[in-house]
């Protein structure tokens, strides 16, 4: 049995009671990070995990509700007695960026050892025992149109263990960037639902086999009522989808 943490929940804009991006990945005596938004130090202690325990760190891409926790939690796990190498796979435009602020935190070097490596499009990687598939989304192409930094990426990552899959988005561009990844059943989609509307999910998932699908993202406009009914309604048209979650920060679900 494989499991999620949801540590933070919350969209780009920030809202009361919701953190940041960020999920606790566990299987096979593994702990994996995917995104960093803030707090997930305090989130991390708060929910009983040791820093020390952590395997690695995976970030999809480079805005700050989904790394803004990362030089923290990178000083505090120093801090807190770690001394084996942590692996952090990001975007390959991230890496040097990543380097300067963590000397600009006096951070050059930390003492048990940072590995960074970058994702390489559709190179599906060994990481830990996992097979991590990257997918470009198209969440930072407007970006990349309007200040012609082309090397900007944005990933979602598609992660194998042992017979079990797990698709997370980070962030979309558009629903459509969920096709390459719907031809073969997944047991947990983790997908954002700030840069589509429902409509646009439940077209592009209506023929896809998925175990479990949890939304996170969602607008800070939406109260608890219209949450239930984006729940239903999702229930209702999605008929290849077993359980549908909107998850609270904290929450944890087993797959």
């Known amino acids: 049995m494989a499991s999620v943490t949801f540590l933070g929940t919350g969209p780009g804009n920030a ?46 891409h480079a805005h ?57 499009v559709l190179s599906s990687q060994e990481c830990l025992g996992f097979s991590v598939t990257p997918h470009y989304t198209t969440h930072l192409a407007r970006l990349r149109e309007v200040s012609g930094y082309q090397e900007v990426e944005s990933f979602l990552l598609d992660i194998c263990d042992a017979g079990r899959r797990l698709v997370y988005t980070g962030d979309l561009g558009a629903a459509s960037d969920l096709v390459p990844v719907l031809s073969e059943p997944i047991d947990l989609l983790i997908c954002e639902l700030a840069h589509l509307s429902v409509g646009e999910l439940v077209a592009v998932l209506a023929d896809a086999k998925v175990g479990t699908l949890c939304l996170t993202h969602v607008s800070s406009e939406l109260d608890e009522g219209a949450r239930g009914e984006i729940k239903l309604r999702l229930e209702r048209e999605l008929s290849g989808v077993d359980a549908i979650y909107l998850p609270e920060d904290g929450e944890r679900v087993e797959f």
């Open 15 to 60: 809202m009361p009671g919701r953190f940041q991006s960020s999920i606790v990945f566990e299987s096979q005596d593994r702990l994996v990070l995917l995104d960093a938004g803030e707090p997930c130090t305090a989130q991390l202690l708060n929910l009983g995990y040791s820093l020390a325990d952590l395997d690695a760190i995976w970030i999809t």
């Open 64 to 120: 700050s509700d989904h790394v803004g926790g990362l030089p923290l939690l990178l000083q505090a796990s120093w801090l807190h007695g770690r001394t084996r190498a942590l692996p952090l796979g990001l975007p390959a435009h991230l890496v040097e960026p990543l380097k300067s602020w963590l000397g600009a935190v006096f951070l050059p070097e930390l003492p048990y050892g940072l590995e960074m490596f970058s994702w390489e």
